[in-house]
């Protein structure tokens, strides 16, 4: 037979395994942030690079790296890591960009380079497709002059006990 202590004891230990199972159970209810680490890089900004680009060229497109080499300040790392807080998927994209004697020689990393990359930016042109306006573009005019909502004047006193009492 199981006496009353015992049986206390026991309901205590079910208990409390199941108050930690509950954890893993409902894990799904809490929430849990996205949490991105790093430079993001849009495929824009990366498409802009182009070889014999300086290194003041290179930060104003990219931005300021997340690690440079401390002994050779010829090699920037681009990295960015993206854990997901929903499901704990991970994104990790890598850029690395390699000088020397202050101009871009080589892109290595997951981003796809442009096909212009090989063309310096001396000599590349730019892109054709977009016509610039000679004139500013200006929203249409309305021809009539009087305004969208009629604003209601306020009553004086003596209107309002005129109307109060009609």
Not at 71 to 94: L, M, N, P, Q
Request: with cysteine; aromatic share 8%.
């Amino acid at each position: 037979m199981i006496n009353k202590k015992q049986s206390v004891t026991l309901l205590g230990a079910a208990l409390l395994s199941v108050s930690l199972s509950a954890c893993s159970v409902f894990d799904w209810l809490v929430y849990k942030p996205d949490v991105p680490q790093g430079n993001y890089m849009e495929p824009q900004q990366v498409e802009k690079l182009r070889i014999n680009m300086t290194k003041a060229q290179a930060e104003y497109v990219l931005g300021r790296p997340v690690l440079r080499d401390s002994f050779a300040d010829d090699t920037w790392y681009y990295v960015y890591h993206f854990k997901s807080g929903r499901d704990a998927s991970i994104t990790h994209k890598e850029l690395v960009l390699h000088f020397a004697d202050d101009k871009l020689v080589k892109v290595d990393g997951d981003y796809e380079l442009s096909s212009e990359f090989d063309t310096p930016l001396e000599q590349s042109s730019l892109p054709t497709g977009v016509a610039e306006p000679s004139e500013p573009l200006l929203p249409k005019q309305r021809g009539d002059a009087k305004p969208l909502v009629e604003e209601k004047k306020p009553l004086s006193q003596q209107q309002e006990l005129d109307q109060d009492k009609a």
